[in-house]
């Protein structure tokens, strides 16, 4: 009689745990993955013609990255006011509304100037510097490091900044250029709110949205700065296009910029450009305008063909989320 009593309670055991497993599994099945827009990006000149030089055994991404989530954080009058306060700047300072961007204040020396935006988070702080500047010969690491600490210093709190990108720039007249690095005169360093080995860019692929500009004697003369509350990169991993996906679908890569960024394509009549062939791929993030969630892309880089028989560098953004 033990016995039976035994076997019957291992039998209900059994089918218990059949009924569970039976229900989670039905309710794993339905439970689909959410699916992400598509990156919004511009593309000022459609139907070009896109191929790649790029081999397999080159494409060398990863098969899988994270999202970053961000919340854009708003600035309060007090906190403006304090930046203001360390940078030098007196009390005397203008408001007003602009259209797009809502209540701003101005703060202005002879010198020097300050553009904050209170609910966009977003700061432009410029100083005045002559050209040429001594070249000290400055290493990109000890550029990194001045212009880090001098945003932390003033607009961010410690440590809360990963280094992305280095663009540098020829200055002449009021214009510059990008160039090699043993031409440059001004370094663009670029961060991110959150440490990632890929770097943050916006539609302007040479920006990351907070950036110091520095000359070759290592002064800060410039610095734009957007305020995040938060920025994470999510624990989930999303599967990335593979090298055939990458190919089948390059035609559908927007071109974001021209000459190494001194020409944008909307700029240009629209059958300025006949071709354009890809030779480097890399992993980045794309900070979309109003977005919450920054998707990985694929940062491309290569040559355009045009009417004229020029060839220019071209930078185009093609998402990379399968």
């Not at 016995?3 to 059949?18: D, H, M, Q």
């Not at 214009?175 to 961060?191: G, P, T």
């Amino acid at each position: 009689m033990r016995k039976r009593v035994v076997l019957t309670s291992v039998a209900l055991t059994l089918i218990v745990a059949g009924i569970i497993v039976f229900f989670v599994n039905r309710g794993a099945k339905q439970t689909e993955p959410i699916a992400l827009p598509k990156p919004n990006i511009s593309n000022y000149l459609e139907e070009i013609p896109i191929t790649s030089n790029i081999e397999q055994g080159s494409f060398d991404v990863p098969t899988s990255a994270p999202l970053m989530s961000v919340q854009r954080g708003s600035l309060s009058e007090s906190k403006i006011l304090e930046i203001a306060q360390k940078l030098g700047f007196g009390q005397n300072y203008k408001t007003g509304n602009d259209t797009r961007k809502g209540r701003v204040y101005v703060f202005t020396t002879e010198t020097d100037s300050l553009v904050a935006f209170l609910s966009s988070g977003e700061i432009t702080y410029t100083t005045r510097k002559d050209f040429p500047a001594q070249n000290k010969q400055l290493s990109d690491t000890a550029l990194t490091s001045t212009a880090k600490d001098f945003i932390e210093n003033y607009f961010s709190p410690a440590n809360s900044l990963s280094f992305s990108f280095v663009t540098y720039l020829d200055s002449a007249d009021e214009h510059s250029q990008i160039v090699e690095r043993d031409l440059a005169n001004i370094y663009k360093v670029n961060f991110s709110p959150v440490r990632s080995e890929y770097r943050l860019v916006q539609e302007n692929p040479t920006s990351s949205g907070i950036t110091a500009w520095l000359a070759n004697d290592g002064e800060i003369f410039k610095v734009e700065y957007k305020h995040f509350e938060t920025a994470t990169l999510s624990s989930e991993k999303h599967p990335l296009k593979n090298y055939g996906e990458f190919l089948t679908t390059l035609n559908e890569a927007s071109l974001v910029s021209l000459d190494d960024g001194n020409i944008f394509p909307n700029d240009l009549p629209k059958d300025t450009i006949q071709s354009i062939t890809v030779n480097r791929v890399e992993l980045a993030y794309l900070q979309e305008s109003g977005k919450v969630v920054y998707q990985p892309i694929f940062l491309l880089s290569g040559v355009a063909e045009t009417t004229d028989g020029d060839s220019l560098s071209a930078t185009l953004y093609l998402p990379a989320l399968k």
